[in-house]
Each structure stands twice: as structure tokens, then as C-alpha cells.
């Protein structure tokens, strides 16, 4: 049995206000049950998601980190900062940070490690673009994102994470790819991970990602090797983003 996780990335969205009001409508109306939920914030706002969520089910996390411990990284976030707010969660490799901000595997991996040395749960994304797919390379694409963190963090890591299947198409352009796209890429990463290690990879969440909404999370998420999603757009409705956790 695997954890069902609905993970809501806000990217650079929000003013204290809608956080305020975003949260108050989470907390309102979230219905108890056993799906893990988490929401990762900008950085400026994880103290007054802290605050707010204190005492809550829901989870919250940023959506970077720097690799590095401390010191001389202008404009960087640590891990330990990241702890000081209570974040349990950080969402890595997402492809926004590889295409604008030139995020190479070998960084993301470096990440992945020191999340969780940390003690965080890195959520791991990995996605092909749609030239990628109409070559014929998504399988090709989204193992080697996947292995390159497999390769210097060890299969056992991923006992402590989450990964995230994100078709770069599908993000934010309310193309969602079709359960049965998104199912037979779930099984490609699952099967691969099995082959390192059954017991890690039958047990790991592997969430879909990109243009879930509330009318299509469930038929995505009843599928067999979809645990979940994370949620970019419809995490900024709250009732959008609860009808999404209700689905899982
Ligand atoms: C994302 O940014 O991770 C994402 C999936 O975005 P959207 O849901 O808006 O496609």
C-alpha cells in the first residue's frame, strides 16, 4: 500500500493576502482521510505558511534549494533555513529550474543528496518536452533524469522521497497527458527501480504532474502506478486544490 500524495506547487504565486486566505480555505475545508497533502510555498512566505498551518495535517515545503550548507551563495536558500520554517518538503528538478535556470542533472542530484541528509523529503521531478516525446525518446528522457539521481544518491534513498512524473507539455498549458500516457511512463520509472530494488520501488509515490484539475485527478489518480499529483495552477484554488486531494 502506498501513501497517496497531493503536493501543490504555487511557483512565484501570492501576496500575504491570498496566502492568508488560500490556507484559511485549505484548513476550512479539508476533509480528513489518508492522503499525505503538502504545499510548497516562495520562499518569502514559508514563515506565514508556518505560522498558519502550525497544527495541521497539511505539509508545506519550498520549491528549490541551494546544495550547499551555508556561506558565500548570494541569493541562495539553505536547507537548514528551510528547517528553521518547518518545511518537511522540497520539490527538486522541476523543470521550470532545468529550462530557465539551467538546473543540470548533476546539481539536481546534489540537491536530492542534501535534502535528505537533511532530513527533508525531496520530491524529484523528472519530464520529457514534446519534441522528446514525438522523437520517441520520453522513456530514454525521463530514466536518465531518474538514474542520475539513482547513480550518486543509491536506490535506497528513495525510500525518503517522492518522485514526480511531469510531461513538460502538460505544464501549465492545460494539456494533461491521458491516463494511459501518464500510467505506461509511471510503470517505465517503477520497473526500473524495481529492478534495483523491489521493496524501495513498490513502495515509492510517483505523482503525476501537469494540468491536473479537479475534473480529470481522479481518473489520473485511479490508475495503477499513480499515487497522487503535483499540482502547479489549480493549487491556488483552494477549493480546486481540495476537490484534487478529495480525488486521490
Ligand atoms: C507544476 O508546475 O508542477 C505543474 C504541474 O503545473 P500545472 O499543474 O499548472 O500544469
Known amino acids: 500500500m502506498r501513501t497517496a500524495v497531493v503536493a501543490g506547487n504555487w511557483k512565484m504565486n501570492g ?5 492568508a486566505s488560500l490556507l484559511r480555505g485549505l484548513k476550512a475545508g479539508l476533509a480528513p482521510g489518508r492522503t499525505q497533502v503538502i504545499v510548497c510555498a516562495p520562499f518569502p512566505y514559508l514563515s506565514q505558511v508556518s505560522d498558519e498551518l502550525s497544527g495541521s495535517p497539511i505539509q508545506w515545503g519550498a520549491q528549490n534549494v541551494s546544495q550547499h550548507t551555508a556561506g558565500a551563495y548570494t541569493g541562495e536558500v539553505s536547507l537548514e533555513m528551510l528547517k528553521d520554517f518547518g518545511c518537511t518538503h522540497v520539490i527538486l528538478g522541476h523543470s521550470e529550474r532545468r529550462a530557465l535556470f539551467s538546473e543540470q542533472d548533476d546539481v539536481i542530484a546534489d540537491k536530492f543528496c542534501a535534502a ?4 527533508l523529503t ?10 522528446q516525446r514525438e522523437s520517441g525518446e520520453t ?3 525521463v530514466l536518465q533524469q531518474l538514474m542520475a539521481v539513482v547513480d550518486k544518491a543509491g536506490i535506497a534513498s528513495f525510500a525518503g522521497a517522492i518522485l514526480a512524473y511531469e510531461p513538460v507539455w502538460a505544464i501549465g498549458t492545460g494539456l494533461t497527458a491521458t491516463p494511459g500516457q501518464a500510467q505506461e511512463v509511471h510503470e517505465i520509472l517503477r520497473m526500473c527501480l524495481r529492478d534495483l530494488d523491489e521493496a524501495v520501488a513498490s513502495k515509492l509515490s510517483i505523482l503525476y504532474g501537469g494540468s491536473v484539475k479537479a475534473s480529470n485527478a481522479a481518473e489520473l489518480f485511479s490508475c495503477a502506478d499513480i499515487d497522487g499529483g503535483l499540482i502547479g495552477g489549480a493549487s491556488l484554488d483552494a477549493e480546486e486544490f481540495l476537490a484534487i486531494c478529495q480525488a486521490a
Open 122 to 131: 525531496p520530491i524529484l521531478c523528472v519530464g520529457e518536452t514534446l519534441e
Open 139 to 141: 522513456n530514454t528522457v
Open 15 to 19: 501576496t500575504k493576502a491570498t496566502v
Open 116 to 119: 535528505l541528509a537533511a532530513g
